[in-house]
DNA sequence: GTGCATGATGGAACTGAGTCCCAAATCGCG
DNA sequence: CGCGATTTGGGACTCAGTTCCATCATGCAC
């Protein structure tokens, strides 16, 4: 919701990923490519450390605010984590040719696939570590681990599904996963499992009705 | 249940990991490595690759394990995760020592940590795919990735609870958890939870929810 | 303005991983 | 034993990443 972030990832990155898209990753090197982002090969490792980093430097950003978002939250468990999770999509696409030039250069190059294997890692501890301190006291160890692995295989997916332009509104589709995933945890994530706090629909109706029949009278039952 | 695998893991590999532990990762250079377990730096790289390919050696097997195990099992669904998932965990801590001894070496290197993470990554390929072929149909699409992302959570905190002493019986502990696991996601794995003649929707939603968030949700549900 | 401290930059030299290529050794087989 | 095929060892090479030092720009006191 804050979705504000003047967000310039140093446009040295964007600079960089570029280069390396137009002439191939493993073709550049480290001193083309400092070259073609103009500065030295000596302060281009001391500013992203390496090769690779340049091209994931804004998932530092992402990181952090997700970190801080989780911290500062006032939302339900499972509601701060759809929230956060979708944030870090939307900032992750928010300059949609961008992002769409990275996955091509991922897509072409293994070395960064498995890199950004360990950089979404990061998340995933992010998450679990979150979770653990929610959770409700006798929750089973798995299932910190899992969930926070789910958020962070859930959101990928649904990134991937966007690049591949499989679906337009990419934060509403994956917003609409998580709530679903989470909900298969919220029995460890909401202290009142009781009706009184959440609502519990039941629906039955015999195979003859259509589906718009059901879901007028759905409709009726939620909004009166 | 074969549970046999005359497993004589190259024993080379064993060696390599009690050197590097011993010596320390970065301090040893490819050469010292490739004498330490007798050959020479050139038929080192031919062998094993890399310098940290050496230490995931039997991870090669664990997978070809569990890729076979889940195209030939007669089991449901459920129940052939759970079992190839500890079997896997069966076989690498089959030897106890090296087990313990590759952990305190990963502990104390972050890039092998990293790169642990690139390894067990391709176990989570081998389950969303499995996955995806034996969903029932109309399965959301973010089902095989989050669960495949958790059965590798779930195998990773079992193993690391095992190694840090807090159970004894790892894989019974950790067929527990996966049991549990999988129930949650039963809806999408197993036939017999739709009756024939009519249906039944049951919608849980959090009373955070927008009323026509439910809505959309149920016609996505009903239409698809 | 001059002198001076500080921090960023460029450049050169070095280490070590991984690749390539060729020559020697080893193996399999008749 | 002989001979082709595969495996091994060794040396040369490329390039990422590190370290160290000289240079330069910046800012500040006087």
Redesign the pocket.
């Known amino acids: 919701m804050p979705a504000n972030a003047q967000g310039t990832i140093p446009e040295s990155s964007t600079a960089a990923i570029r280069f390396l898209a137009e002439h191939g990753y493993?073709a550049?090197?480290?001193?083309?490519?400092?070259a073609a982002v103009?500065?030295?090969?000596?302060?281009?490792?001391?500013?992203f450390?390496?090769?690779?980093?340049v091209v994931f430097a804004d998932h530092d950003h992402a990181l952090a605010q997700l970190e801080e978002g989780l911290e500062r939250t006032t939302l339900e468990p499972t509601a701060a984590l759809v929230e956060g999770t979708t944030d870090v999509l939307r900032l992750l696409i928010r300059d949609p040719d961008a992002a769409r030039l990275r996955f091509e250069l991922m897509r072409l190059t293994p070395a960064l696939r498995d890199r950004e294997l360990v950089i979404t890692h990061r998340y995933e501890r992010v998450y679990t570590r979150y979770i653990r301190e929610v959770q409700q006291p006798g929750t089973p160890s798995w299932v910190a681990p899992t969930l926070g692995a789910s958020l962070v295989a859930a959101h990928n997916s649904a990134l991937r599904s966007w690049l591949r332009g499989r679906v337009s509104d990419a934060s509403r589709a994956l917003s609409d996963d998580l709530r679903q995933l989470t909900a298969l945890y919220a029995p460890w994530l909401s202290e009142n499992d009781a009706p009184a706090e959440r609502r519990v629909l039941v629906a039955v109706y015999d195979a003859l009705g259509s589906p718009e029949s059901v879901l007028d009278a759905v409709a009726e039952q939620l909004t009166r």
């Open positions: 493993e550049t090197t480290a001193e083309d490519l400092a103009g500065m030295s090969r000596s302060t281009f490792f001391r500013r450390g390496s090769k690779d980093d």
